[in-house]
C-alpha cells in the first residue's frame, strides 16, 4: 500500500525524505544535474515519498542573525513537474499560501494528479506579515477545488509546550480536512510525546479517529547546522547541545541521536495507538549532512520497527 492510500486510510508505517529546492538563480543545467542526483542517491533507500519544501523568508518571526544566509528557493512544484520525472512515488508538495494569489492556489490544484500529489499549506511566519491568501482561505480553495489532493498541516511540538494548545490546532486542521500532520524537526522528545498524547486522548474524547503524525528528523553535523536549527525555533535540549558540541564527530553524534529518537517515538506511538511516520531531512547542503540524511532514510526505511 503506498503513502497516499495508507494516509487516507489513516494507517501510519511511511518514511518520506524531505527536500529543498534549488536556488532561483540556479542555471537550468545545474538544476537538473542536482535533480538526477538526488533521485541517483535515493535509488537504494527505500523511501515511500518526497516531501518538498516551500521556503519563505522567516526574518520578522526571529530577528535573531540568521546563520544561514536566506536565498530564494525555485518553486517546489515547478522542481517537482519539470526536474524530477523520474520519480515514481508519491509527493508531499508544500504551499507557503502567502505567497500565492488564491486564484494562483486554484489553478496549481486544478493541474495536480492526486494519486501522485499530496500538500501540505503553510501559513506566514507571524501574523504581521502582508499576504496575498491567509492559510484560511487557502484551505477554503482547496475545499472548492480539489480536495482529492490530500492536505496536510504543520505540527509544532515546542509551540504545544509554550501554550499547550498546539493539539487544539491540529484537531481543528484536522476537522477543517487535513488527513496528516508533519512536525516541525524534534530534537526534543518529550515535547513530541507530549502534543501526541494530547491529541490522541482529546481525538478519543471527541469520537475522532486520529490521522497520521509524521515526525521530521534532521542530522546536525556542525555548530552553524546547530545554531540554525534553533534559529529555526527547534527546541535542542541542553544535554544534547552539550553532546553535540564536544564531540569528536558531532555528525555520527547527531546520527546516532536521531535513531534513539525514532525508535523511542516508534514504540510511543506503537503503545498508544498512534498512526505515525517519519520524514528524513537535511537543513544544511553540506554533502556529508546530505548523505547521513539519506542513511537515516535507509535505516528507518529498512527496520519496520520504526514505521508501523
Known sequence: MDVRRRIASRQGGFVLFGLTPPRRTTPPEEVQRIADATLERLESVDVDGLVLYDIDDESDRNPGPRPFPYLPTMDPADF???????????????????????IVIRDWL?????????????????????????????????????????????????????????????????????????????YDV?????????????????????????FTLSVCGSLR?????????????????????????????????????ARELAEFCTRLGMPYGFNVESVSNRREEIEASVRLASMLGRDGSFSA
Request: glycine share 6%; aromatic share 10%; charged share 25%.
Open 80 to 102: 517537482y513537474r519539470n526536474h524530477l520525472g523520474k520519480w515514481e512515488k508519491p509527493a508531499i508538495i508544500y504551499r507557503s499560501v502567502g505567497k500565492y494569489a488564491d
Open 110 to 186: 486544478l493541474e495536480q494528479d492526486p494519486e501522485r500529489v499530496l500538500s501540505v499549506f503553510v501559513g506566514a511566519p507571524t501574523r504581521d506579515r502582508p499576504v496575498l491568501t491567509d492559510l484560511r482561505s487557502a484551505q477554503a480553495v482547496w475545499r472548492d477545488t480539489r480536495p482529492e489532493v490530500l492536505l496536510g498541516g504543520v505540527a509544532i511540538p515546542e509551540r504545544h509546550r509554550n501554550g499547550s494548545r498546539e493539539h487544539l490546532r491540529l484537531i481543528a486542521k484536522q476537522v477543517s480536512g487535513c488527513t496528516f500532520f508533519v512536525s516541525q524537526v524534534v
Open 190 to 214: 518529550n515535547a513530541s510525546k507530549d502534543l501526541v498524547s494530547d491529541y490522541f486522548y482529546t481525538c478519543r474524547e471527541r469520537g475522532l479517529d486520529p490521522i497520521p503524525f509524521v
Open 225 to 261: 547546522t546547530l545554531e540554525f536549527l534553533q534559529w529555526l525555533g527547534v527546541d535542542v535540549p541542553r544535554w544534547m547541545q552539550n553532546d553535540l558540541r564536544r564531540a569528536q564527530d558531532s555528525l555520527a553524534t547527531s546520527y546516532d541521536q536521531c535513531l534513539g529518537t
